[in-house]
């Protein structure tokens, strides 16, 4: 234990310095109890209406390091670490613990309300706060534009697709996070707006979407895309340049670097079907078209839930770009940061 709590003094001393375009932005990495839980968030700095960056399920504050900085003109902004994850404590990871120690991170901090922006997965926290907390979420931004990953597509899936790319992430293999049973409790959750059709959404929010309107690779099989899949060619090519393009491309091209990536899973019955799932074209035509006559239809029905519980308090941007990664913050932020920026400043007016 003092080794641990010698290590967070250490850590919560340290001070980078990142530039942004109009001045340089120090960024301090601090930790506070938050309900008996040591939370890590990195600060930004900077006035005006708070911002609070959150990560998801494979990361920590530190994936905003250099999106942070971005932002802080006219907010202050901070990078939370969730509970569970990172150099934070160990937390419940349900939906709701996890948007209610949000809340009880702004009232560690004295701060009334806040803007606050995820992707992926963490969207289910946005809309969880979006529901539940309109006196102290002033907007949310979702970067991964209508996301829906409340919707549980593995339950009914015969071949098991969805869970079995889900134990293939790393982050299934530290001993901090078991993917698998985060998962389980995590798909628990359903947002009011899903099952009560008349559930309006009272908070300001701002979607990212893609050149039709959506974002983009609601055909798209995490499972396949992972395995290199040529019935996900058209789609991985529609992918950004960046890390998990290149990462992408060669798992499709490279088998030498497939079997690598594939013995790298410790999860064995993972590795196991993804060996199997490779060099199956017939598995992989059976389970994408499961996906697309049962998955398909159904996120494309849950996203249309979700942006009209927003109603009139959602602005949406549509991007020139093909799919809405939900990385753009770190690989593409110039495609993202001035609507961010013109959002920001309304709620200020508001």
Not at 30 to 36: A, E, L, P, T
Not at 243 to 263: C, G, M, Q, W
């Amino acid at each position: 234990m003092k080794r641990i709590l010698l290590t967070l003094l250490v850590i919560f001393s340290l001070v980078c310095s990142c530039r942004n375009s109009k001045h340089t932005v120090v960024v301090q990495n601090k930790f506070i109890k938050v309900n008996g839980i040591q939370t890590h968030y990195l600060d930004f700095g900077g006035h005006g209406m708070p911002v609070i960056l959150v990560h998801s399920e494979a990361w920590d504050a530190t994936t905003f390091k250099d999106f942070g900085p971005q932002l802080t003109d006219d907010n202050w902004v901070i990078a939370v670490t969730r509970p569970g994850y990172g150099n934070s404590g160990m937390g419940e990871y349900n939906v709701e613990s996890q948007g209610n120690h949000l809340i009880a991170f702004l009232e560690a901090l004295k701060i009334e309300r806040a803007v606050f922006i995820a992707n992926s997965s963490a969207s289910k926290e946005l809309t969880y706060l979006a529901e539940n907390y309109s006196n102290r979420v002033a907007g949310v931004v979702y970067l991964s534009g209508p996301a829906t990953p409340w919707l549980d597509v593995s339950v009914d899936d015969p071949y098991k697709a969805s869970e079995m790319f889900g134990r293939s992430s790393p982050v299934a293999n530290s001993e901090k996070n078991d993917r698998k049973k985060i998962t389980e409790i995590r798909q628990n959750y359903k947002p009011r707006h899903y099952t009560l059709d008349s559930f309006k959404i009272n908070v300001p929010a701002l979607f990212f979407v893609s050149q039709k309107g959506r974002e983009g690779h609601e055909k798209g099989v995490a499972a396949l895309l992972f395995a290199g899949s040529p019935l996900m060619e058209d789609l991985r090519k529609t992918f950004p340049s960046s890390p998990l393009r290149s990462h992408l491309d060669r798992v499709a091209t490279d088998s030498i670097y497939r079997k690598e990536k594939f013995n790298e899973m410790h999860d064995s019955i993972a590795k196991e079907f993804f060996f199997k799932l490779a060099s199956d074209t017939i598995l992989q035509r059976k389970i994408y078209d499961f996906h697309m006559q049962n998955v398909y239809p159904l996120t494309v029905e849950a996203q249309d839930k979700l942006m009209n519980a927003y109603g009139q308090n959602l602005t949406i941007v549509k991007l020139d770009v093909p799919q809405i990664v939900g990385y753009e913050y770190r690989d593409t932020p110039e495609l993202i940061i001035e609507p961010i920026k013109n959002y920001l400043k309304q709620i200020s007016l508001d």
